[in-house]
């Protein structure tokens, strides 16, 4: 059996710490290359300790001078970069086969685009990629001769629900159907949610998950984007793509057929298992997650976006639909506001409610564009940010 080198990005976080997880489970199959994080220095440290890659990146430069210090001291051989030039280096090094894509955020897109370039085994778990990248992104996958494959549990469950021959979606699909768990406000009053406080929206009720993606699932705007990743991802268009709130997060997502058939997959809500998939494809391997126990399973409950209340309380969910619609560069619009409105939420600059607000408006001043080239892209993400912060300002 080959063993597969991964790069892991974005290994101290929730999923990068999955991953690692389920790699340590099959030593034959998987050995780790390289990791990186931001500027966690004692779990990065762990890591490097446990693991041995040959390099660690770290974004932050201090950060990482303190971790070669730290590595030099115990006398463990890895090697530390930092900066946004080493995150592509690791993600396309020539003796890489696989690439973990877990970086929260537009950060993740230059390191997505160059594994793509290089034609890496590309782990997605950076929605992002897609909702900021779109087109440029699919072009560096297609033209690397990389092979893309899903990790959000969503996106995971819809791929292994569709045909296995692409060319075949479009005509035999009727439409595809992401469950929502709702969040932690899913039976709140739309009124309540103006003194939502940060402890509160980063209190899943089923996944363990990072601040940020915490706050876009409270907010629903993680469904909104996953929305925008499913559009490219399989290339339906936004009128069939539709959300389902699924509260017991059991069915991951649904894709009913022409003839109304519909094939679903389920599991327990542990990230490990769509991992596991995304290692192991086409074959599958064990993840450690726990297997569902039919008999203890109680009822599984489903609710439409414009029952109880939801649209009201989740308006940003329609930014998804709206912006795929709108020029090309719009979702990547959308993703940079909502990048800057989420961190403004989390510091206390600005109300929960007010997260949509900020949303909306930049939306509605930014010039249409249609970014060509991760540079296009990245001078549209720098002047939405600008705008936003701008938009914060007024708000208050």
């Given at each position: 059996?080959?063993?597969?080198?991964?790069?892991?990005?974005?290994?101290?976080?929730?999923?990068?710490?999955?991953?690692?997880?389920?790699?340590?489970?099959?030593?034959?199959?998987?050995?780790?290359?390289?990791?990186?994080?931001?500027?966690?220095?004692?779990?990065?440290?762990?890591?490097?300790?446990?693991?041995?890659?040959?390099?660690?990146?770290?974004?932050?430069?201090?950060?990482?001078?303190?971790?070669?210090?730290?590595?030099?001291?115990?006398?463990?051989?890895?090697?530390?970069?930092?900066?946004?030039?080493?995150?592509?280096?690791?993600?396309?090094?020539?003796?890489?086969?696989?690439?973990?894509?877990?970086?929260?955020?537009?950060?993740?897109?230059?390191?997505?685009?160059?594994?793509?370039?290089?034609?890496?085994?590309?782990?997605?778990?950076?929605?992002?990629?897609?909702?900021?990248?779109?087109?440029?992104?699919?072009?560096?996958?297609?033209?690397?001769?990389?092979?893309?494959?899903?990790?959000?549990?969503?996106?995971?469950?819809?791929?292994?629900?569709?045909?296995?021959?692409?060319?075949?979606?479009?005509?035999?699909?009727?439409?595809?159907?992401?469950?929502?768990?709702?969040?932690?406000?899913?039976?709140?009053?739309?009124?309540?949610?103006?003194?939502?406080?940060?402890?509160?929206?980063?209190?899943?009720?089923?996944?363990?998950?990072?601040?940020?993606?915490?706050?876009?699932?409270?907010?629903?705007?993680?469904?909104?984007?996953?929305?925008?990743?499913?559009?490219?991802?399989?290339?339906?268009?936004?009128?069939?793509?539709?959300?389902?709130?699924h509260p017991q997060s059991i069915i991951h997502s649904m894709v009913q057929y022409r003839d109304t058939s519909v094939v679903a997959q389920l599991g327990t809500p542990d990230m490990r298992v769509p991992i596991a998939y995304g290692l192991g494809w086409p074959e599958r391997i064990t993840s450690g997650a726990q297997a569902l126990d039919f008999t203890r399973l109680g009822d599984l409950s489903f609710e439409?976006?414009?029952?109880?209340?939801?649209?009201?309380?989740?308006?940003?969910?329609?930014?998804?639909?709206?912006?795929?619609?709108?020029?090309?560069?719009?979702?990547?619009?959308?993703?940079?506001?909502?990048?800057?409105?989420?961190?403004?939420?989390?510091?206390?600059?600005?109300?929960?409610?007010?997260?949509?607000?900020?949303?909306?408006?930049?939306?509605?001043?930014?010039?249409?564009?249609?970014?060509?080239?991760?540079?296009?892209?990245?001078?549209?993400?720098?002047?939405?940010?600008?705008?936003?912060?701008?938009g914060i300002e007024r708000l208050r």
């Amino acid at each position: 059996m080959t063993v597969q080198r991964i790069t892991v990005l974005g290994s101290t976080g929730s999923v990068g710490a999955s991953t690692l997880d389920v790699i340590a489970r099959h030593p034959e199959r998987f050995e780790v290359f390289a990791l990186s994080a931001a500027r966690q220095v004692e779990a990065l440290l762990a890591q490097c300790a446990s693991l041995r890659p040959r390099f660690a990146v770290m974004a932050d430069e201090a950060a990482s001078r303190e971790l070669a210090t730290r590595l030099r001291a115990e006398g463990l051989p890895t090697r530390v970069l930092s900066g946004p030039d080493a995150l592509e280096r690791i993600a396309a090094h020539e003796e890489v086969d696989t690439v973990m894509a877990a970086i929260v955020g537009a950060a993740g897109l230059a390191p997505c685009l160059a594994a793509a370039r290089a034609g890496k085994r590309l782990l997605l778990a950076n929605k992002e990629a897609l909702v900021v990248g779109g087109e440029v992104f699919l072009d560096a996958v297609r033209a690397g001769g990389a092979t893309l494959l899903p990790i959000d549990s969503e996106h995971s469950a819809i791929f292994q629900s569709l045909p296995e021959d692409p060319a075949t979606w479009d005509a035999r699909v009727e439409k595809i159907i992401l469950t929502a768990s709702g969040g932690p406000f899913r039976t709140w009053e739309a009124a309540r949610l103006r003194d939502v406080t940060p402890e509160q929206a980063c209190a899943h009720p089923n996944w363990v998950m990072g601040r940020k993606i915490s706050v876009d699932s409270a907010t629903m705007m993680n469904k909104a984007l996953e929305v925008i990743e499913a559009r490219f991802l399989f290339g339906l268009p936004p009128e069939r793509l539709d959300v389902v709130i699924h509260p017991q997060s059991i069915i991951h997502s649904m894709v009913q057929y022409r003839d109304t058939s519909v094939v679903a997959q389920l599991g327990t809500p542990d990230m490990r298992v769509p991992i596991a998939y995304g290692l192991g494809w086409p074959e599958r391997i064990t993840s450690g997650a726990q297997a569902l126990d039919f008999t203890r399973l109680g009822d599984l409950s489903f609710e439409a976006l414009d029952s109880r209340g939801h649209r009201e309380r989740f308006p940003g969910m329609q930014l998804a639909w709206d912006s795929l619609r709108a020029a090309p560069g719009t979702t990547a619009v959308l993703n940079a506001s909502n990048e800057v409105a989420v961190e403004a939420f989390l510091a206390g600059r600005i109300r929960f409610d007010q997260i949509h607000a900020l949303n909306l408006a930049t939306l509605s001043c930014a010039p249409a564009s249609n970014p060509r080239s991760l540079a296009d892209l990245l001078e549209l993400d720098v002047r939405v940010r600008q705008q936003a912060r701008q938009g914060i300002e007024r708000l208050r």
